[in-house]
Nanobody
């Protein structure tokens, strides 16, 4: 099995910063993409940012220039630095990882349980 554990959510004022972290553990042979989705109340889950094992990044237009994703391939961790936060960034943030557990298996998409980010004054 594979577990993804997030940390770093909380309450922050508009214009503030937060850093989310996610660690993958368990039976892991390799990881392709890792990243973050978010889901606001009453809305669908949306991609925020992703990063491949080679370091290629992809960001939602709404966070470009404000959020930065990074990853440590040796530790199987992915971080999301969120700056200039806005009330509309309020959501539950979910870590994901595309994991191959053994050399002979396919990549499977795993999710963390989510961490709440609230941007409010």
């Amino acid at each position: 099995q594979v577990q993804l554990v997030e940390s770093g959510g909380g309450l922050v004022q508009p214009g503030g910063s937060l850093r989310l972290s996610c660690a993958a553990s368990g039976s892991i042979f390799s990881i392709n993409a890792m990243g973050w989705y978010h889901q606001a109340p009453g809305k669908e889950r949306e991609l925020v940012a992703a990063i491949t094992s080679g370091g290629t990044t992809n960001y939602a237009d709404s966070v470009k220039g404000r959020f930065t994703i990074s990853r440590d391939n040796t530790e199987n961790t992915v971080d999301l630095q969120m700056n200039s936060l806005k009330p509309e960034d309020t959501a539950v943030y979910y870590c994901f990882a595309e994991v191959r557990q053994y050399w002979y298996t396919n990549f499977i998409h795993y999710w963390g349980k989510g961490t709440l980010v609230t941007v409010s004054s």
